[in-house]
T-cell receptor, first 115, second 111 residues
Framework: AQSVTQLDSQVPVFEEAPVELRCNYSSSVSVYLFWYVQYPNQGLQLLLKYLSGSTLVKGINGFEAEFNKSQTSFHLRKPSVHISDTAEYFCAVSEAETSGSRLTFGEGTQLTVNP | SQTIHQWPATLVQPVGSPLSLECTVEGTSNPNLYWYRQAAGRGLQLLFYSVGIGQISSEVPQNLSASRPQDRQFILSSKKLLLSDSGFYLC??????????FGSGTRLTVV
């Protein structure tokens, strides 16, 4: 079984500042890792995913994340945020190479970008 | 292309009334389907998942039920709604090596 911990429930930041949303996971097997974004009253949208290969993954909207196996982390970063990045962000993990493997989600991090 | 449709977008129902939320998937066959609920805009609670027609697994004992009458149709139901059933309901299907694709959600308010 896997588990995900998002270390910050809320992250306030000023516009054009860098941001990091932290995610740690626990698993006894190899995993796939995902970040999703949710805007108010909308479904979740995939930002990026790590399956294998390069540990630095680039996603949509200028976000990137780095897979660190030794620290079991998958932190999400953006060098300069915009007001429009204000949303809830979810980290998720699934068992690798298993068809139909369910995702385990973290509790979410509310990113609020202030002018 | 692969898409997921979920409706209605918003719903206000009185306590004790029935509920039916529908989710359909296009562009794939035999998907794994999921129903999630978010209360107070935070956290995702898995309610039900289905790996095939008529196959439903419940994660949390509750006032809700789910059915999968067709391969690409997943329905969430209740015979009598409670105030505690209010929340944001999301349908999703799993994509091989791609995580989940989510529907747009239904905001349910029980009054």
């Amino acid at each position: 079984a896997q588990s995900v911990t998002q270390l910050d429930s809320q992250v306030p930041v000023f516009e054009e500042a860098p941001v990091e949303l932290r995610c740690n996971y626990s698993s006894s097997v190899s995993v796939y890792l995902f970040w999703y974004v949710q805007y108010p009253n909308q479904g979740l949208q995939l930002l990026l995913k790590y399956l294998s290969g390069s540990t630095l993954v680039k996603g949509i909207n200028g976000f990137e994340a780095e897979f660190n196996k030794s620290q079991t982390s998958f932190h999400l970063r953006k060098p300069s945020v915009h007001i429009s990045d204000t949303a809830e962000y979810f980290c998720a993990v699934s068992e690798a190479e298993t068809s139909g493997s369910r995702l385990t989600f973290g509790e979410g991090t509310q990113l609020t970008v202030n002018p | 292309s692969q898409t997921i449709h979920q409706w209605p977008a918003t719903l206000v129902q009185p306590v004790g009334s029935p509920l039916s939320l529908e989710c359909t998937v296009e562009g794939t066959s035999n998907p794994n389907l999921y129903w999630y609920r978010q209360a107070a805009g935070r956290g995702l609670q898995l309610l039900f998942y289905s790996v095939g027609i008529g196959q439903i697994s419940s994660e949390v004992p509750q006032n809700l039920s789910a059915s999968r009458p067709q391969d690409r149709q997943f329905i969430l139901s209740s015979k009598k709604l409670l105030l505690s059933d209010s929340g944001f309901y999301l349908c999703a299907w799993s994509v091989w090596r791609g995580g989940y694709t989510f529907g747009s959600g239904t905001r349910l308010t029980v009054v």
